[in-house]
C-alpha cells in the first residue's frame, strides 16, 4: 500500500479558499486513483473528488462542483484540491484516498484501500 500524509488544513472564512496536499510515498504514485472524502462532526464519511491516474480524468460531488478542483503531480507523488468560495457546511476533517487501479471514477470509500491520516477544515460564518 502507499502511505499518504495530507496537509494545508485550517481555519478559514465563508467565501476564502484553501488548498490540501496529500503527499504519497511506498510505490509508484502514478499507478494510483486518488480521492479526497470528508466527515463532519456526527456524520458519516463522504466523497468530495476524485481523480485518475493520469490526472485526465477528475469527478466532483455536487456540493463542491464548480468550487473545488483536484490535481495531480505525478512527479511530486502529490494530489491536490484547491476549495475556492468556502462554508461552513464545508467544515470537516479531509481526507486522501488511493487505489491501485486503471479505473477511472471511484466515488465510495470502499473503494479505496489506503488512508490519510486527515485534515481538518473549519470554515467560519
Known amino acids: 500500500q502507499v502511505q499518504l500524509v495530507e496537509s494545508g488544513g485550517g481555519l478559514v472564512q465563508a467565501g476564502g479558499s484553501l488548498r490540501l496536499s496529500c503527499a504519497a510515498s511506498?510505490?509508484?504514485?502514478?499507478?494510483?486513483?486518488m480521492g479526497w472524502f470528508r466527515q463532519a462532526p456526527g456524520k458519516e464519511r463522504e466523497f468530495v473528488a476524485t481523480?485518475?491516474?493520469?490526472?485526465?480524468?477528475?469527478y466532483y460531488a455536487d456540493s463542491v462542483k464548480g468550487r473545488f478542483t483536484i490535481s495531480r503531480d505525478n512527479a511530486k507523488n502529490t494530489v491536490y484540491l484547491e476549495m475556492n468560495s468556502l462554508k461552513p457546511d464545508d467544515t470537516a476533517v479531509y481526507y486522501c484516498?488511493?487505489?491501485?487501479?486503471?479505473?477511472?471514477?471511484?466515488?465510495?470509500?470502499?473503494?479505496?484501500?489506503?488512508w490519510g491520516q486527515g485534515t481538518q477544515v473549519t470554515v467560519s460564518s
Open positions: 481523480i485518475s491516474r493520469s490526472g485526465g480524468s477528475t
Open positions: 484516498a488511493a487505489r491501485l487501479t486503471a479505473r477511472i471514477i471511484l466515488i465510495h470509500s470502499s473503494e479505496y484501500d489506503s
Open positions: 511506498g510505490r509508484t504514485f502514478s499507478n494510483y486513483a
